[in-house]
């Protein structure tokens, strides 16, 4: 739908998982909203598997089912996580339980196909949102509002900008935030698969050689591959036939759950470490890639996008009656409330992936003796367990 002059409480940019889930969360708060996304068909269910899968946390969870998201998920595309078993370059092997940390699972494997097809569902039936489907040209400012140039030649006018954009945000960009990039040389590889053996909703991630390989549960047998690898490496795995593929999964994994049949093509995208120095500025917020960008490894990229989103609706539900949703007292809050979760979870992906990418025969004793104590440490592996649930 195009706009001609459109005056709206917030302007949404940005149509992925993230910025879907901001337009529902601000539009379901009462607000007015603009989402600014190319205009899909809506997604057919499919047969096979979306190779791009997320493990969504519990408070992911939660977010969606305020949001009557979750509720329409299709509960046969769901795998639940209740074990998860992680391998060193050694010996060490680290053991987390749904049923030892009291919780009712550790994750849920869902495919990205999945909740956008709930998203779009839950979208197309708000009144209070519309849709356009025009790119951003142009981000200007007053003391009253913000507006929006468009590709058509249409304008917006907004009292909140959300940049959703993903991690090479223009809105970013149009506000000056300072973003540093430090390219891991790695590209994660993603692909499906058929299991001999059943996987007992159990996670298994492998550290070898200064990669790092994970097979995650999906429903009737299938588990996803999530394999970081240097990038001249994933592609030559990306290049090869489904068989050979699924015969270098089971030899680096020493056939876990016996043989594999690769059911999806694989597919690759870069893994990079992306901070920013501002997450607000003068009626702007970012959320998701455009605020931040970790490395796979803990699976807690899209939460903690999600975590974005529930912040900042919060934020605008306790917003005093005299502010306005650019105020900058009010985006200050949505960026304290996010800075010590975004900067804790940096620092744990960046420091794991630097510490099994260094080689030699030292640096392995030291990370697999840390890995054997923190499994000896029921109530580290608690704290471990509540820190990626959210």
């Known amino acids: 739908m195009n706009a001609h002059h459109q005056t709206f409480d917030a302007a949404v940019i940005g149509g992925g998982l993230v910025g879907k889930t901001a337009a529902l969360a601000l539009t379901q708060a009462g607000l007015r909203v603009a989402l600014l996304a190319q205009a899909c068909a809506p997604l057919a269910a499919g047969a096979s598997f979306d190779s791009r899968v997320y493990a969504l946390s519990s408070s992911s969870q939660a977010l969606l089912e305020r949001l009557r998201v979750w509720q329409a998920l299709d509960l046969a595309r769901l795998g639940p996580v209740y074990d998860m078993r992680v391998y060193g370059d050694a010996h060490a092997e680290l053991h987390f339980s749904a049923f030892q940390a009291s919780v009712p699972q550790l994750a849920w494997i869902v495919e990205s196909s999945v909740i956008e097809r709930a998203l779009d569902a839950g979208l197309r039936f708000q009144p209070n949102l519309t849709w356009i489907d025009s790119r951003a040209q142009a981000l200007d400012f007053t003391a009253d509002s913000a507006s929006v140039g468009l590709a058509n030649g249409s304008v917006l006018v907004a009292d909140l900008v ?58 009737d047998g299938h ?56 997450l607000v500025a003068p009626r702007v917020a970012l959320v998701g890639d455009a605020a931040h960008l970790i490395h796979p490894l803990a699976g807690q990229g899209m939460n903690l996008g999600l975590r974005d989103v529930a912040a900042l609706a919060d934020t ?75």
């Open 223 to 278: 588990v996803s591959l999530v394999w970081s690898a240097r990038t001249e490496h994933a592609e030559q795995l990306i290049a090869l036939d489904p068989a050979q593929l699924a015969a270098e999964v089971e030899r680096v994994t020493g056939g876990q759950l016996g043989a594999l049949d690769c059911v999806t093509p694989a597919q690759g995208f870069p893994l990079a470490l992306q901070t920013v120095d501002r």
């Open 162 to 219: 959300v940049g959703a954009d993903g991690a090479h945000s223009w809105v970013r960009a149009q506000i000056g935030s300072k973003m540093n990039r430090r390219d891991y040389r790695q590209t994660g590889v993603v692909a499906n698969f058929k299991a001999e053996r059943p996987h007992g909703e159990t996670a298994f991630q492998w550290f070898r050689d200064g990669e790092i390989i994970a097979l995650l549960p999906m429903p």
């Open 316 to 390: 605008v539900a306790g917003k005093e009656s005299f502010r306005d949703l650019g105020d900058m007292v009010l985006l200050r809050r949505y960026e304290r409330a996010r800075r010590e979760d975004i900067r804790a979870l940096m620092i744990a992906t960046d420091g794991l992936q630097k510490l099994f990418s260094v080689p030699g025969p030292l640096a392995k004793i030291v990370r697999n003796s840390g890995m054997a104590f923190v499994g000896a440490q029921p109530f580290i592996k608690r704290w471990l367990v509540s820190a990626a649930l959210g």
